[in-house]
């Protein structure tokens, strides 16, 4: 352990300690998993179940499944994660800790930028809100009018958030509970109008496309981006009543209700979509929006109007929590010194850091924007909030190794759960496709800038050190994007299918080794998180 480094670190890390004080801890495991559970169900539910069976047909099924699987290895390092460590914004924290301030700072850029993503879901709120207002896009920019709209309903979410914590919670609860009856009714309502037997079968068969096309389907059919958004429930773990038991089942039982609702939408989709429409097959079935429109085919005009309604509350409910979510990590990331201190107050009446959420409702402001092909790059950095996903599993095998801290044991298996993890939050990484990753990767790297910009090296450690520790971060990032220029997924295809994503797997696990021993070494020679 470094030796202290005097006083201002210690007055930093007290100041820290007196804001994390000041957060309400009325979260418990209902409102904790309607967190989660709202974060994950979006606008996709309304397009993923077509784009899943265009792509991969009927076994779009076990595609669901597999997401299901694998979000679930994931979560189990996180949730791990939150009840050891329980803390505002955690996800943005534990790299830092683990890794030291080149990776920290990376990985809290990444989600900086992940704003965005609250942005986009404002954006289609307005997409659908057109619907009904005309006028609020001229082709696919906001008019001055649409601007006016999404800024007003920006600022509307901010002020929910203003309250008290449980208020927050309250008000979420029953955005859910309406999340949750809407599929439903869908569901019902579709099967009630009349299906068709032989489905799975019909149509080329089950898998007409080949069992290839389930990998394919999970990043082209919109499947990881639909069940992404589990990770809420821990960056309020420092707000929830008796962490250690409450965050591994709210997570779980999140991922759980959100992977039911999809596979019943799936379903119906898959048993109600006529025959005249599959005369090409699953590929020819094109809807703009897919369950409007097929309730509107089989004379449920009354469902039809009900999902219009409906596509603007889901992306309501979670740009709702995206403003919460983005709040909480800006919190931590003025702790992480990637922002200024300043941001990290804390409300001591309401608990809620007031000033975070102020400087976010400008961030979104500005990416709505009409900077042409700025929006571009807007609605990919949502892909970059799955580099958290990485950093935990290094994160949580780097907290096993350390014999000082101590970890909930929550989660058996870490020691196979966490490089798998690294593996599958990898692959979900590469699969969001080159023409994405080459403009977010890049965008991800220039966090270096910010890191010199933010250091100060009477507080941090030797340069070299921390150059040393990060390292890995840096040639991951450099590694997936040459990889994923080679690959399969949007890319130059001179790396074959299924051997580019096999490549993907052997190229993290390799880093993965890697960045746990330099997350060891950081944490035996570094300052820890008294003086961070």
């Known amino acids: 352990m470094a030796a202290d480094r005097g006083a201002a670190p210690e007055t930093g890390a007290a100041e820290a300690a007196v804001q994390e004080q000041r957060l309400r801890r009325d979260l418990g495991f209902w409102a904790l998993t309607a967190i989660g559970f709202s974060n994950i169900v979006g606008s996709g539910w309304l397009f993923a179940a077509m784009y899943a069976a265009r792509t991969a047909g009927p076994a779009s099924l076990l595609t669901w499944v597999g997401a299901g699987v694998l979000c679930g290895l994931v979560a189990l390092v996180m949730i791990e994660l939150g ?15 683990a890794s030291g301030r080149l990776v920290g700072t990376l990985v809290g850029w990444s989600v900086l930028l992940s704003v965005g993503g609250t942005a986009a879901e404002i954006s289609a709120i307005m997409q659908y809100a057109d619907h009904y207002l005309p006028d609020l896009y001229h082709g696919h920019v906001l008019t001055p009018t649409g601007l006016a709209l999404a800024v007003g309903l920006s600022l509307l979410l901010t002020v929910l958030n203003w309250f008290a914590v449980r208020t927050f919670a309250r008000l979420n609860n029953l955005v859910s509970v309406f999340k949750i009856a809407v599929p439903v009714i869908t569901v019902v309502a579709l099967f009630a109008s009349g299906w068709h037997s032989g489905r799975l079968t019909d149509h080329g068969g089950f898998a007409p496309y080949g069992y290839a096309a389930c990998l394919s389907a999970l990043a082209g059919g919109g499947i990881v981006y639909s069940v992404n958004g589990f990770q809420a429930a821990l960056d309020f773990s420092g707000e929830t009543r008796n962490p250690r038991r409450t965050i591994p089942a709210s997570v779980l039982t999140g991922i759980g209700l959100a992977l039911v609702m999809y596979l019943g939408l799936q379903f119906a989709f898959l048993f109600t979509v006529p025959d005249s429409l599959l005369g090409d097959g699953w590929k020819g079935v094109d809807f703009e929006s897919p369950f409007g429109q097929l309730a509107l085919i089989l004379n449920l005009h009354w469902l039809s109007s009900l999902l219009y309604a409906d596509a603007v509350l889901s992306p309501g409910g979670s740009a709702y929590v995206g403003v919460a979510l983005n709040a909480r990590h800006t919190y931590a990331l003025a702790k992480n010194r990637t922002l200024p201190r300043a941001l990290m107050q804390v409300d001591p009446r309401s608990g809620i850091p007031h000033r975070a959420l102020a400087l976010n409702f400008v961030v979104i402001v500005l990416f709505l924007l009409p900077f042409g092909g700025w929006q571009r790059i807007v609605s990919i950095m949502g892909d970059m909030y799955l580099l958290i996903y990485a950093a935990s599993a290094v994160a949580v095998a780097v907290f096993r190794a350390d014999p000082g801290t101590r970890m909930a044991g929550w989660v058996p298996g870490l020691r196979w759960i966490a490089p798998l993890s690294f593996v599958v939050s ?19 790297l220039a966090g270096v800038v910010l890191y010199a910009g933010m250091r100060r090296t009477a507080e941090d450690g030797p340069l070299a050190g921390e150059l040393r520790d990060g390292a890995w971060l840096l040639c ?57």
């Open 83 to 97: 009840a050891s460590r329980p803390e505002g914004g955690g996800t943005v924290r534990w790299p830092l800790y």
């Open 426 to 444: 990898s692959e979900f990484v590469y699969w969001s496709g080159w023409h994405d990753l080459r403009l977010a990767l890049p965008v991800v």
């Open 476 to 532: 991951y990032l450099s590694g997936l994007t040459l990889l994923s220029w080679l690959g399969t997924f949007k890319g130059s295809g001179r790396l074959p299918a299924p051997y580019d994503s096999l490549a993907v797997a052997a190229f993290a696990l390799a880093v993965f080794f890697w960045a746990v021993r330099s997350g060891v070494r950081h944490r035996a020679t570094a300052p820890q998180e008294a003086v961070l």
